[in-house]
């Protein structure tokens, strides 16, 4: 045990990377069964899947954690009941009002299981390890990062109706914003609890603990910010790979996932963005995910080629306003929450 401790904590890129496939293509027979088949009773076990990304940078820190933890559990158990209430909460109301489900029984005791392993990434955030707390330390806290948790989403929105515009001007068939399925108040409603649902399953609880709040900033201490978008996009795209296999996607041919890399690379380029300028935290780089995934949603039947431009222009505008084919400036140590700084002393 003591030298896979020891292999993993001079290893940890590959082993996060190792270890999230595993746990995240191991389970992942489990989508096909939820969403093919009708067993909705397996989902836990494909919201085990999708949070891999975030348990594995869990059980990485607590392996390579050398203090010792504080003897209470008590506020990890407070932070895990409160997380269960609310995420159970949202996962209802994501179900009734905009999925239309009736509440059942079974639904009201099946919801505590499967909103588990969401509850569980956030009462880690009050783990008695300190590295496990120091690493999710940014996923609550709001202090100093106010602008960026509020221009990420009018960013990608922003984004969205640009791409919009230059279709109109391209004489393309594009979304009518006066067709929406919901409107005034209702489209309010629904945007807010879809936002929501976003966060909690599992755009910041399951994926950017572990994308950007763990993996990162050991990319960045490694390399340019170009190589290590690069790096995330491959990851997070095959990831994904059982999940959207069951959705129906053609993921068994060579050119989904050459559009599949060539639509996610400028994505991964924004949301890491915002998480640099933000000095690392979890809670921004999930917010900005979360509106990305909300507003392809509710903006149906966008021009894939033409938005898919229009973002990467704007991801083109920050690499050469950021310089990211260099290195940044302290990047082994500014981002002291994930562990970076024990590494770069050690190391010294």
């Known amino acids: 045990m003591d030298r896979l401790k020891f292999w993993i ?55 390579c954690d050398n203090e010792p933890g504080n003897n209470s559990k008590q506020p990890f158990w407070r932070a895990f009941v409160i997380a269960l209430a609310v995420s159970s909460v949202i996962f209802l109301a994501n179900n009734v009002i905009i999925n239309r ?29 300190p590295t496990v707390r120091r690493y999710l330390s940014t996923v609550f806290q709001v202090r100093f990062v106010w602008g960026w948790l509020l221009l990420a989403p009018v960013v990608l929105l922003g984004l969205n109706l640009l791409s919009i515009w230059f279709c109109n001007l391209l004489g393309r068939q594009t979304v009518q914003l006066s067709n929406l399925p919901f409107k005034r108040f209702d489209l309010v409603k ?25 993996t990162l900033p050991r990319l960045l201490a490694q390399t340019n910010p170009i190589i290590a978008s690069m790096v995330l996009t491959f990851f997070w795209a095959i990831y994904h790979a059982f999940y959207w296999g069951a959705l129906g996607d053609p993921v068994m041919t060579t050119q989904y996932w050459i559009d599949t890399f060539i639509r996610l690379f400028p994505a991964t380029v924004i949301i890491s963005c915002f998480y640099i300028h933000s000095k690392g935290s979890i809670l921004v780089a999930g917010i900005t995910h979360a509106a990305a995934n909300t507003f392809f949603t509710y903006l149906p039947g966008l021009d894939w080629p033409v938005h898919t431009a229009t973002i990467y222009g704007f991801s083109l505008v920050i690499i050469i306003l950021e310089r990211w084919w260099e290195e940044l400036p302290d990047s082994g140590t500014i981002y002291t929450h994930s562990g970076l700084m024990m590494e770069t002393e050690d190391r010294v």
């Open 9 to 63: 904590r001079n290893n940890q890129l590959v082993a996060f990377f190792c270890l999230t496939l595993i746990l995240s293509w191991g389970l992942g027979f489990s989508f096909y069964l939820v969403f093919q088949d009708g067993y909705e009773f397996l989902f836990p076990i494909s919201a085990v899947a999708i949070c891999a990304p975030a348990l594995t940078g869990i059980i990485i820190s607590r392996l």
């Open 101 to 129: 489900a009736v509440i059942s029984p079974i639904m009201m005791l099946f919801t505590p299981i499967v909103v588990s392993p969401v509850a569980y990434v956030f009462g880690a955030a009050f783990s008695r390890f």
């Open 190 to 214: 629904v945007l807010a609890i879809s936002f929501l649902y976003q966060i909690f399953f599992f755009n910041l609880s399951g994926e950017e603990v572990g994308w950007r709040g763990f």
